[in-house]
Structure formats: structure tokens, C-alpha cells
């Protein structure tokens, strides 16, 4: 029987949905002279409003299929910074989060089922929060060279360390990783995450880079 992890590989790249992208946030024009907000949202079971509120956003990174929280970061007051950490330990849909470039205006977000949360009290008395997910499907890269140590741990076929100035130019031209719209990260800092059949397009790219180095000689 195939392992849950190997599934992928006894299907036909065709049998596996593509992830659909949402339309752009507009991420890439925030300014730091023009900070969007987090808007938080909390319904009772009645569906009546119990709360309503806005934090300033200074770093977020979202998928570009769900608008999911992959990376957070804002300052709120107390009350607001608690009520903002609490939803995010215990996401329901009662909750309604929202990028807002401006406050008449934006798109609905979601945090994912399990965030790590810290807080920071900072001088002035506001508290940075900041919210990191913790699934697997994504990869936070500084550049190249880690961008491609972390996706060749990450697929089952083997290659070589020395391949990633082959073999990244061949998976950019490939939708196998999908760039998430980000502000507020450090320079040259990117994040993505694997479309469906990313193991599958993988797979192929390195059989064709083995062949063309000559390594389906060895051993025979």
C-alpha cells in the first residue's frame, strides 16, 4: 500500500486539482508611510456583534489560493492585542479577520488552526503581536541558495546540493511553488508554498537534470 505521503506519485499528474489562485491583495504597494490594518471581527452565537476592532499591520505574508495567515505581525493596545491573541489560540467561524489598505475597504483573511502567538509589551505601552502558522505546505526563504537546501529536503527524489543553480531556474519556469504576497519582511526574504502536484513536476525536472549530467550511468 502507498504511504499517505507517496499517494500523489500512483496518481497522473492530471488527476490532482491545481490550487486556484484569489485575486492580489496589493501587498507589494504597501509603504511604510501608509500601514494597512488587521480588522477582527467576533460574533457570538447569536450572530450579534460582540466585537469589532483594528490594529495597525506591520508584516504579513498570505497564501495566494485561501488569503490563509502564513506570518503576522501588529500593534494594538491591550485589550485589542489579548482579544486578537485569544482568536487566533481558538479559530472558529465566528470570526471575521480583514486586510484593510484603507479602513473603507479589503479582503477577508483567515489565521490558521495553529498559530504561534507571541507578545511583546513595548515601551509606550502598545503590544506587538506577532503570529507565525504552523503548517508544512510553505517555505520561508532568505534567498536562493536556502530557498533550494529547504525544497530538496522536502521532496522524496534525491539530488545533489551542487544542482540549484541548474535546477531553480527549471522549477521558476514550473507553478510547482507558488509566491505569496508579503510586505513588511526583510529584504530578499520570500515565502511560497508547493502547488498540488509540485512532488510529481519535481520528480521530473530531477530525472531530466540526472540524465543530463550523466548520472543514470552510475552503478551500471
Known amino acids: 500500500m502507498p504511504s499517505a505521503r507517496n499517494t500523489k506519485e500512483y496518481m497522473p499528474a ?19 508611510d501608509n500601514l494597512p490594518w488587521l480588522q477582527l ?17 506591520t508584516s504579513l505574508a498570505i497564501t495566494p489560493d485561501r488569503h490563509n495567515i502564513l506570518y503576522l505581525e501588529c500593534v494594538a493596545h491591550s485589550g485589542e492585542a489579548k482579544e486578537i491573541i485569544d482568536a487566533a489560540a481558538d479559530y472558529s467561524e465566528l470570526q471575521a479577520w480583514g486586510f484593510l489598505p484603507t479602513r473603507d475597504s479589503g479582503f477577508v483573511i483567515h489565521p490558521q488552526n495553529n498559530m504561534r502567538v507571541s507578545d511583546v509589551l513595548l515601551e509606550n505601552g502598545l503590544h506587538f503581536v506577532a503570529m507565525l ?32 543553480g541548474d535546477m531553480l ?12 504576497e508579503t510586505f ?28 543530463q549530467k ?7
Open 133 to 164: 502558522s504552523q503548517e508544512e505546505d510553505f517555505i520561508i526563504a532568505e534567498n536562493h541558495e536556502q530557498l533550494w537546501q529547504k525544497l530538496r529536503r522536502r521532496m522524496s527524489c534525491p539530488t545533489q546540493a551542487e544542482w540549484g
Open 169 to 180: 531556474p527549471l522549477v521558476f519556469k514550473t507553478d510547482m511553488l507558488l509566491r505569496c
Open 214 to 220: 550523466g548520472l543514470h550511468h552510475a552503478g551500471g
Open 184 to 211: 513588511g519582511l526583510p529584504e530578499g526574504m520570500e515565502v511560497y508554498i508547493l502547488q498540488s502536484d509540485s512532488e510529481i513536476t519535481f520528480d521530473e525536472l530531477a530525472g531530466k537534470m540526472a540524465w
Open 41 to 57: 471581527t467576533i460574533r457570538n452565537k447569536k450572530g450579534e456583534v460582540a466585537s469589532n476592532l483594528v490594529a495597525r499591520l
Open 14 to 32: 492530471e488527476a490532482i486539482p491545481k490550487l486556484k489562485l484569489l485575486p492580489l491583495m496589493g501587498l507589494a504597494e504597501v509603504s511604510d
